[in-house]
């Protein structure tokens, strides 16, 4: 059993910033990646960022130059922080992590249950 939960989210005035945080905890092996994803009301969800296990991290054109993706191997933890918010990045963020299992010793996709984040005036 592997869970990722996120933290941080909440309503922030444009050109504000906001961290978010995903702590993964359970029957872990090795996490192999993790990412960010969001989803708009109406809208697909759609990738963000991700950070593979060696520190090596690539972002989506649209936040590239305001969000960075970071991670905390000791804890299990991945961050985001986001800088100079947009009314347009208001959606449910949702972590992700590719996981192997110190049971099963199988790699699986894990999602967090989505947290919001508002950019309004």
């Known amino acids: 059993q592997v869970q990722l939960v996120e933290s941080g989210g909440g309503l922030v005035q444009p050109g504000g910033s906001l961290r978010l945080a995903c702590a993964a905890s359970?029957?872990?092996?090795?996490?192999?990646?993790m990412a960010w994803y969001r989803q708009a009301p109406g809208k697909q969800r759609e990738w963000v960022a991700v950070i593979i296990y060696d520190g090596t991290t690539n972002y989506a054109n649209s936040v590239k130059g305001r969000f960075t993706i970071s991670k905390d191997d000791a804890n299990n933890t991945v961050y985001l922080r986001m800088n100079d918010l947009k009314p347009e990045d208001t959606a449910v963020f949702y972590c992700?992590?590719?996981?192997?299992?110190?049971?099963?010793?199988?790699?699986?996709?894990?999602w967090g249950q989505g947290v919001q984040v508002t950019v309004s005036s």
């Open positions: 992700f992590a590719e996981i192997r299992d110190s049971r099963s010793y199988r790699t699986s996709p894990y």
């Open positions: 359970g029957s872990i092996l090795s996490i192999n990646n």
